[in-house]
């Protein structure tokens, strides 16, 4: 019996993931970036992490191109920018706080994370790609929680504070 789409999105809705949003710069110099939910850690030698893009993403393949990109984790505060990252306007960096890395790659103000990759694999992943890259380098840049996505919507994480005996 097949799987209804919508019935399998619901459930799988129940699992909660992290939003990020890859970075990059094209051949021709633009800065791009994109929202994922889908990003992992897949192996330790090499580093490697994934994501899976959809294969309608008009962002992607610029991504692609640059054979290099930034995974930036982004904060409990910061729904803003995975709504704009998610959106298909042409310029998403517009009014978005960021700086270059040393090895000249979009790094988001206030993101809990960045790990910096080159492109390692794309594989097939039915509507979607499996994206693997190999981490070149990576930082933590604060304590902060970090943005989820559960249930259709963005989410904070809520710290519980342990009991006192």
Request: aromatic letters at 8%.
């Amino acid at each position: 019996m097949p799987i209804d789409p919508q019935i399998f999105r619901t459930i799988m809705g129940h699992y909660p993931t992290g939003v990020c949003v890859v970075t990059a710069i094209t051949p021709e110099g633009k800065a791009v970036g994109m929202t994922v939910g889908t990003f992992t850690s897949v192996s330790l030698d090499p580093p490697l992490i994934g994501f899976f893009p959809d294969r309608r993403s008009t962002s992607w393949p610029s991504i692609a191109a640059a054979g290099r990109f930034c995974v930036n984790v982004l904060a409990d505060d910061q729904e803003h920018l995975g709504k704009q990252f998610a959106s298909r306007v042409d310029d998403k960096f517009v009014d978005v706080a960021h700086r270059r890395s040393d090895s000249g790659l979009p790094l988001l103000d206030g993101a809990v994370a960045w790990i910096e990759c080159s492109l390692y694999s794309v594989g097939d992943a039915g509507d979607h790609l499996l994206v693997l890259g190999e981490v070149e380098a990576m930082s933590a840049e604060g304590t902060v929680s970090p943005l989820v996505f559960h249930q259709g919507a963005f989410r904070q994480v809520a710290l519980r504070v342990p009991a006192v005996a």
